[in-house]
């Protein structure tokens, strides 16, 4: 059971910057149609990522084990908490989006969330900048995340032989 709930560690930066593609489409799709069930969609993925990687997630499944199996490119392994921690980041942005949508009707703030999500995602998927993998290394450097949680984000030489 413990592995069910294990995010991989190293992650395929590919794999990633795709999902994140697909978050790109999936929030576009909630901004130009304004339907609130798309939120929940948008957060059942990302809550299923942070809890289980690829395993869960419609999107991660497909972008795993159809389309990255399907590229020419090459796997490009990095350290797998930062980006779990960008998942959580999109999980707790996009339930509170449900949450304003559904719970309060607060419609307008729910697509302000959606479109913080559809930021960052955009980030990641055509520029490779995780901002969630940011804030987790400035997280690092203030101390506030001991360095022993990820070694392989402290040592660089050890993220470079990832590559």
Known sequence: MREFFRFPDPA???AARLVAGGVVMLSVATLATQERWLI???????VARVLTGPRVSPLALFVTRVLVPALPWQERPTPGLPKRFAQGIGATLSLAAVVLAFGFGANVAALVLV??????????????????CKIFMLLMRAGIIPETVCESCVDITRRRSLA
């Open 12 to 14: 395929n930066e590919v």
């Open 40 to 46: 929940a969609v948008l957060a059942f993925g990302f």
């Open 115 to 132: 479109g913080a999500i559809l930021g960052a995602a955009s980030l990641e998927a055509f520029l490779g900048f995780c901002l969630g």
